[in-house]
C-alpha cells in the first residue's frame, strides 16, 4: 500500500493538496478548451480520444473523458492494486466538470484565431503547468497512462516508453480520423511543451549553479566562498590522472551573480585552475531550500 | 562603488566594451523595427509601453502622424528612470548603460524611417516567426550590450527599485514587471494575440541572452565508478589527450575502495569513450552531465574569459 498516500482529512496538508488539484485541473482546462480542443489538437491522453469523439460526433469532451476514466480507474485498481486514491479521481472529476463548463462558456471558440501554432504552444504550457500541480499534490493523472501500466504489467516494457507508445497510438488515431497531417505535428509540439514545464513545475526553475573546481590554490577559493560568498561547499580529495599528483576538488553551489564574482576571483589567484560549472535542477540543503520544506510543501 | 567598472580611456578593453555596446544596440533595435514594432507586440520593457503609446497617439500630433515615435518615447523613460535609480539605488549605472539606452533609440528611430513601419519584411500573415526572430534578435543584442558589463536599464531599474524595498528577488520582480507591461497591451489593443505573441518574445529573449553570454556548449561533465579505472585512464590521457582526476571513494553496498574519475570530455569523445569502457568494463557506472561552462585546460581559459 505505499503507493496510495493519503493526507489526513482537513488538516493543513490535505488542504494543499486539494487545493494545488483545484488549481491544477482548472488550468489543465483552460489549456483544452481555449488552445486544443478547438483546433483539433489531439495531444494524446484520454483528452485526446475524447477530442476526437467531440469532433466526429458532437459528445462534450469532458463527459466523454470521464467516461473513459470510471472504467479506467476500476479496472486498474482491480489490475493493478489500489494505486489511485482518492486525489487521483477528484482530479479527473474536476477536469471534466471544468472542461465542459468553459467550453460551454468560451463558445467552443479559440482564444485566438488562425494560429495552431500558437495555440499548440500555450496550450500545451498551460496544460503542462496543471499537469505539474496536479502532481505535487501525489495524485496520479489517471487515464491513459493506467492503460500503460496494465500494459507495462504484463509484457515487463518499460513504463516510460509504453506512455509514449500509448501516446503515439493516440496522436495517429487523430492524424486518421482528421486526415490532416498538420494534426499529428501540433500535438507532438503541445506533447514536447508539456512534457518540459511539467518537469519546471516539479523541480522548479534554478538559477543556481553547481561547479567544480581543481585548483593549487584551493585553500584561497575556499576561504572566498567561505567568507565572501557565505556559501558552504565540500573538498573532494583526488590524484591528478597524468601523473598522480594529489588534487583537492571543490564541489560547490552557487547562484549566477556569486559564480561571476567567483571566477574573477579564481582569475585573479590562478588563472590555470580548472573549473566545470553545470546548471543545478534543484538544490535543497543549507542555504537552500531544505529537503523538509520541498516534501511538506 | 564596486558596481560601476570603468574601464581607462581608449585602452583596448575600452574599444571593446564600446564595440560590444554599438552592436548590441543597433542589433537590439533591428529587433524591434523589423520584427515588433510594425506587430503591435509588447514583450515588456519601456520600449514595450512605447509600443503602446505609440498607437494610442496616433494622429495626434501633426508631425508624427503614426503617433510617438518609439525610441523616443523610450529615451524619454529611460532617463528619469536613470535619475531615480541612481538616486535610490546608488551609482549603479554607469556612462555604459546611458551610451546603451541613447543609441538604441536612436538607431530604432532611424531605421523606422528607413525602412517605414508597414510590415517591412512582409511578416504580416506569420506574426510568431516575426516574433521569434524578433526575441532571438533583442536577446543577441542584449547579451552583446551585457557582455559590455552595461546595464539595460529601463524598466529592470523598476524591479530593482521594488527589490530593495520588498526583498522579493530580483528575477522574479524583472518578471512581474514586464508582464505587467504585456497585459497593458492586451488591454490597449483587446486582442488576446498580442500577450501570447509577446510572451513567445520575451522566452525566446530570456534564452538568447544566456547563450549569447555564456556560448552554447557540447561539453560533458563525466563522473566513472569502474574497476577498469587505469585502462580507463590511460584512454583519456592518451587516446583522447584529455586530463581528469581520480576521486577515492567507497561503496555503499560494502564498503569497498572505490576510484572516481571525474573529467571533461566533448560529444565526440564521450562516444568514443562509452565505447570504450562498454568494451573493458560493461558493469562501469558512468553519469553525464551537461557542462554551461568549462574553463581550464584544454578548453577556454578562465583568463581568457573575464578578459574578454
Known amino acids: 500500500m505505499a503507493f496510495l498516500q493519503k493526507d489526513k482529512v482537513f488538516t493543513r496538508k490535505w488542504f494543499y493538496s486539494y487545493a494545488l488539484i483545484v488549481a491544477g485541473t482548472f488550468l489543465v482546462s483552460l489549456g483544452y478548451v481555449y488552445f486544443i480542443t478547438p483546433y483539433r489538437i489531439v495531444p494524446g491522453g484520454i483528452y485526446g480520444i475524447s477530442i476526437v469523439l467531440h469532433h466526429l460526433y458532437g459528445w462534450p469532451v469532458g463527459l ?29 472529476v474536476l477536469t471534466s466538470l471544468f472542461v465542459d463548463l468553459l467550453s460551454f462558456y468560451s463558445g467552443f471558440k479559440p482564444l485566438v484565431d488562425s494560429d495552431p501554432l500558437l495555440s499548440s504552444l500555450f496550450g500545451g504550457a498551460l496544460i503542462g503547468a496543471g499537469v505539474g500541480l496536479i502532481f505535487k ?14 500494459i507495462a504489467r504484463y509484457t515487463k516494457l518499460p513504463l516510460g516508453q509504453l506512455m509514449m507508445g500509448v501516446d503515439s497510438v493516440i496522436v495517429l488515431i487523430g492524424f486518421l480520423a482528421f486526415g490532416d497531417w498538420r494534426i499529428p505535428l501540433y500535438s507532438w509540439l503541445t506533447i514536447f ?5 511539467i ?33 558552504g561547499g565540500t573538498f573532494l580529495h583526488g590524484e591528478g590522472m597524468y601523473n598522480g599528483s594529489p588534487k583537492k576538488v571543490i564541489f560547490t553551489v552557487v547562484n549566477r551573480r556569486e559564480l561571476a564574482m567567483l571566477e574573477e576571483f579564481i582569475n585573479q589567484i590562478d588563472p590555470k585552475a580548472f573549473l566545470t560549472v553545470m546548471d543545478a535542477n534543484e538544490i535543497l540543503g543549507q542555504g537552500f531550500k531544505s529537503l523538509k520544506d520541498k516534501l511538506e510543501d | 562603488m564596486t558596481f560601476i ?10 574599444f571593446i566594451a564600446y564595440t560590444l555596446i554599438v552592436i548590441g544596440s543597433f542589433i537590439l533595435a533591428a529587433g524591434f523595427v523589423f520584427f515588433i514594432n510594425p506587430y503591435n507586440i509588447v514583450p515588456g520593457g519601456v520600449y514595450g509601453i512605447g509600443i503602446v503609446v505609440h498607437q494610442l497617439t496616433k494622429g495626434l500630433f501633426p508631425f508624427w502622424p503614426t503617433g510617438i515615435p518609439i525610441g523616443l518615447f523610450g529615451l524619454a523613460l529611460n532617463v528619469p ?11 549603479r549605472f554607469g556612462i555604459k548603460t546611458v551610451v546603451g539606452f541613447i543609441l538604441t533609440s536612436v538607431f530604432m528611430d532611424l531605421l523606422t524611417m528607413i525602412v517605414g513601419e508597414n510590415d517591412p519584411l512582409g511578416l504580416a500573415k506569420d506574426v510568431f516567426m516575426a516574433s521569434v526572430f524578433g526575441g532571438v534578435t533583442i536577446g543577441f543584442g542584449l547579451g552583446l550590450i551585457f557582455k559590455s558589463k552595461a546595464t539595460s536599464g529601463g524598466s529592470d531599474i523598476v524591479a530593482m527599485i521594488i527589490a530593495k524595498y520588498t526583498r522579493l528577488p530580483l528575477g522574479q520582480l524583472m518578471i512581474y514587471v514586464d508582464s505587467v507591461i504585456v497585459l497593458l497591451g492586451l488591454v490597449v489593443f483587446r486582442d488576446w494575440h498580442i500577450p ?13 541572452i544566456d547563450i549569447t553570454m555564456q ?30 582526476t581520480f576521486i577515492p571513494g567507497k561503496g555503499m553496498f560494502n564498503n569497498a575502495d572505490k576510484t572516481i574519475i571525474f573529467t571533461v570530455l566533448n560529444r565526440r569523445e564521450l562516444a568514443i569513450l562509452e565505447e570504450y569502457i562498454h568494451q573493458v568494463d560493461p558493469k562501469a557506472f558512468v553519469t553525464v552531465m551537461e557542462a554551461n561552462e568549462i574553463l581550464g585546460e584544454g578548453f577556454k581559459s578562465l583568463h581568457d574569459k573575464i578578459s574578454e
Not at chain 1, 74 to 82: A, D, E, H, Y
Not at chain 1, 139 to 149: K, L
Not at chain 1, 193 to 197: A, D, E, L, P, T
Open chain 1, 137 to 150: 499534490s501525489k495524485a496520479t493523472s489517471g487515464g491513459s497512462d493506467v492503460i500503460a501500466m496494465i
Open chain 2, 5 to 14: 567598472r570603468n574601464e581607462r580611456l581608449f585602452s583596448k578593453k575600452w
Open chain 1, 64 to 92: 466523454t473523458a470521464l467516461a473513459f476514466n470510471i472504467p479506467l480507474t476500476i479496472i486498474g485498481t482491480r489490475v493493478l492494486g489500489p494505486r489511485f486514491g482518492s486525489k487521483t479521481v477528484a482530479g479527473f
Open chain 1, 199 to 231: 518537469d519546471a513545475v516539479l523541480s522548479g526553475i534554478s538559477y543556481e549553479k553547481t561547479i567544480l573546481i581543481v585548483s593549487d590554490k584551493h585553500e584561497e577559493i575556499r576561504d572566498k566562498i567561505i567568507r565572501d560568498l557565505n556559501r
Open chain 1, 193 to 197: 511543451v508539456m512534457g518540459k514545464v
Open chain 2, 215 to 244: 556560448g552554447v556548449s557540447y561539453d560533458k561533465t563525466l563522473f566513472i565508478v569502474s574497476s577498469q579505472f587505469e585502462l580507463i585512464r590511460d584512454k583519456i590521457i592518451n587516446d583522447l589527450n584529455r586530463g581528469g
Open chain 2, 81 to 91: 528612470l536613470t535619475i531615480i535609480g541612481i538616486k535610490v539605488l546608488g551609482p
Open chain 2, 196 to 208: 501570447l505573441y509577446s510572451w513567445i518574445v520575451i522566452f525566446v529573449t530570456g534564452k538568447v
